[in-house]
């Protein structure tokens, strides 16, 4: 029979626990072993030996316990900062047999915005190398972090699964080559998107992230660290992209390249009619099979419902150089649509992409004194959110609750959506960018663990507002999470069969219904790969298996924020 304990921190001068030197270290972090609430038996972390470093640093559990949403919290044990694959597979093995039972959540770089990456009571495994290293990184996760490996020959890039998606930019550039498939902004971990599915307005073209990997190396939740892809266990590889962290840690990702293109055309039109926007970007995105000189590389677009809006942070562009007056423009029922495409180019193509894009934009029908165009290296558009980050940092606008939603609309009701949603819902204020853009199904392989909607095209509407603590209620966390709840309540009324993206729910009814038809697959594959439910807990999908000391994750900032404990 194990004896269970809780292990808390002390100490004046907490450090990080190297387990190879077990019995001084104990005595020198002052680690307190109390038989009350009990958790979990210290000697069976204690007998890991990684070789990276298991941290109860205050500063370490404090930033484990919090994420980009700051809406959810939720305390760890530890953080374990892994100086190889095999060090998460040592811890993965100990939670797996350890018999009172303990959780384990990768973190990638913690952006998620419901606490995803959390573990109440468990050990967070910080996946991250950014270049902002820790003491501790320095010496673990940078260390698992060898540089990303490029094939020129083979058009692959091998990364640590905790890489930023901004430094495998950089390492691949070395070489005159790039990632196909991207997401708005790439202060994100490889592990973390592949989580999701990776998106952006190269998805239409290339599919979302996860459909540019060719192998993984993936700590599955018994410990086993195994290779797979489309042709080695394959069941692991389909589950664990777009799995939730749900079947294993991606430890390394295998991403397929491309020539980089040098540079780019960015160009944003306006629209005052809903159905001219989207069938002008439905349009874009059925060009996908035409050789690149005869479509654009990229397709987004977003909502305008306030005049605010137009010079947000996400739509600088427009400002200084290129100012807007809404009001000069006739929008419909208020709102207006910008329609957000790029071509690439490099010397090559240089005096061909005046005429292509020229081309290109005559088949479209926004309004015709609306176009605002900007030519910039490639890497400073793929980079460009991060530009937006360091302006809101520096005026104390990131570091605020951020109740983001994210949705999956199906085409043929999307005209729906905007009715009752951005016309109406909505009302004529938000505070934060409204994205909208189409992207084309078969272009997901079906294998895969995320989920969209039943039809051939739909819609990303993702709404990434920042909650204010100001006068004005409407930039209120409670008054947007209330806003979040009507669209879903408005979706369900209207039959509206949306998904949401980067999902976050309360109850399990709802995750068997997110899955639908996918749910008895994701069921078996969970049953497989993670018997004992202990990954990735703070996505709240599955009971562990000793589910009592998991139960104090805590909605902070507001009472809407519900968690069950699954
Ligand atoms: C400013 C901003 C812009 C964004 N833009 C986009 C965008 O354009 N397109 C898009 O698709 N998404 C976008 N996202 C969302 C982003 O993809 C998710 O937040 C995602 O979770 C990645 O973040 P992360 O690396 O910090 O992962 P985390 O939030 O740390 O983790 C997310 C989930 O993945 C699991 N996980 C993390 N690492 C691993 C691993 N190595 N193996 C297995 N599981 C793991 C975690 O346990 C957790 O459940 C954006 C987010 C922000 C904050």
């Known amino acids: 029979m194990h004896k269970r304990y809780n292990i808390v921190a002390v100490s004046q001068h907490p450090r990080e626990l190297s387990f190879a030197h077990v019995p001084t270290q104990i005595l020198r972090i002052h680690i307190l072993i109390v038989t009350v609430g009990l958790t979990v038996d210290p000697t069976e972390l204690l007998r890991l030996g990684v070789d990276g470093q298991l941290s109860v640093d205050p500063a370490d559990v404090e930033t484990a316990s919090s994420d980009f949403g ?56 910080k996946m991250s190398s950014s270049r902002e290293r820790t003491a501790a ?75 540019n990997v060719q192998e993984l190396d993936v700590v599955t939740g018994k410990g086993e660290l195994l290779t797979c892809s489309e042709e080695k266990n394959s069941e692991l590889f389909h589950a664990v992209l777009g799995g939730l962290g749900q079947f294993g840690i991606i430890t390394r990702a295998r991403i397929a390249l491309e020539p980089a293109p040098q540079r780019v055309r960015w160009i944003r039109v306006l629209y005052s009619n809903f159905s001219s926007f989207t069938k002008d970007q439905e349009f874009l995105i059925s060009l996908h099979g035409l050789p690149a000189s005869q479509r654009f590389d990229y397709v987004e677009g977003f909502v305008i419902v306030d005049e605010g809006l137009i010079n947000n942070w996400r739509s600088s562009f427009f400002s200084p150089r290129n100012p807007v007056k809404l009001s000069s423009i006739n929008a419909d029922g208020g709102v207006l649509y910008c329609l957000e495409i790029t071509k690439n180019y490099d010397e090559s193509t240089a005096e061909t992409i005046d005429q292509e894009v020229e081309g ?106 920042s909650a204010l603590d100001t006068a004005d209620e409407t930039q209120s966390l409670e008054y947007l999470m209330h806003q979040n709840r009507q669209i879903l309540r408005f979706c369900a009324a209207a039959g509206i069969k949306a998904k949401q993206y980067l999902p976050h729910y309360t109850t399990q009814q709802e995750w068997v219904d997110h899955f639908g038809d996918k749910w008895a697959q994701f069921h078996k594959r969970k049953m497989e790969f993670d018997p004992r439910h202990i990954l990735a807990t703070g996505q709240r999908i599955f009971t562990p298996s000793f589910a009592h000391n998991t139960k104090n994750t805590k909605p902070i900032n507001t009472h809407n924020s519900i968690i069950a404990s699954s």
Request: glycine share 8%; no cysteine; proline share 6%.
């Open 360 to 465: 290109l934009l005559k088949k479209l029908d926004f309004i015709p004194t609306s176009v605002f165009t900007t030519d910039l290296p490639y890497v400073d558009f793929l980079d460009r959110v991060h530009k937006a980050e360091l302006k809101l940092r520096s005026k104390g606008l990131w570091d605020v609750p951020h109740p983001w939603f994210n949705l999956f609309v199906p085409k043929s009701r999307i005209s729906d959506f905007d009715e009752g949603v951005f016309k109406s819902i909505l009302g004529n204020k938000t505070s934060g960018p409204i994205l909208i853009y189409p992207m084309n199904k078969d272009k997901w392989d079906q294998r895969s663990s995320a989920v969209t909607p039943d039809e051939d095209v739909f819609y990303l509407v993702a709404l990434l507002r």
């Open 70 to 125: 700051l809406m959810t919290r939720a305390k760890p044990l530890a953080v374990l900062h892994p100086a190889s694959a095999e060090d998460v597979a040592r811890l993965i093995r100990a939670a797996y047999g350890s018999a009172p039972g303990l959780t384990v959540s990768a973190r990638g770089h913690g952006h998620s915005i419901n606490g995803q990456a959390q573990a109440t009571n468990g050990v967070v495994i």
């Open 137 to 211: 990184d320095q010496t673990s996760a940078a260390a698992a972090a060898a540089r990303p490996q490029v094939s020129e020959r083979e058009m692959y890039v091998d990364v640590w699964g905790g890489d930023l998606w901004i430094d495998v930019l950089k390492a691949t550039l070395e070489h005159g080559l790039a990632p196909k498939s991207w997401t708005d902004y790439l202060y994100l971990t490889v592990g973390g998107t592949l989580s999701n599915a990776g998106i952006s307005g190269q998805t239409f073209n290339h599919g979302p992230q996860i459909a």
